[in-house]
């Protein structure tokens, strides 16, 4: 019953920018944490960015990326993006510790190339 509905991927080229959203629905409370994770063709799922209490950011991103929170909803601002920025990237909430208490949306392609 939740829902992690991402937008904003897309075509960019090198140096441009995109902004990412993600809306969360289905609980009564929000996440304490959420976040963006991505996976590139023949890499396995990494991290990206989260936001909690503070941010947090892949060193591979950061000074470039930007998350932010407004309630259920997550956005993450990449500029300057790369080729290796190519990825699906995936929306991630948490809202508590306890095991499988997390969910992620379906992905949005984000593609990087001249």
């Known amino acids: 019953q939740v829902h992690m509905i991402e937008s904003g991927g897309g075509l960019v080229q090198p140096g441009g920018s995109l902004r990412l959203s993600c809306t969360t629905s289905?609980?009564?409370?929000?996440?304490?944490?959420m976040g963006w994770f991505r996976q590139a063709p023949g890499k396995e799922r990494e991290f990206v960015a989260a936001i909690s209490r503070s941010t947090n950011y892949a060193d591979s991103v950061k000074g470039r990326f930007q998350i932010s929170r407004d309630s259920d909803a997550v956005v993450l601002q990449m500029n300057g993006l790369k080729p290796e920025d190519t990825a699906v990237y995936y929306c991630y909430g948490r809202w508590s510790y306890r095991e499988g208490d997390d969910y992620w949306g379906l992905g949005t392609q984000v593609t990087v190339s001249s």
């Open positions: 289905g609980r009564s409370i929000s996440p304490f944490a």
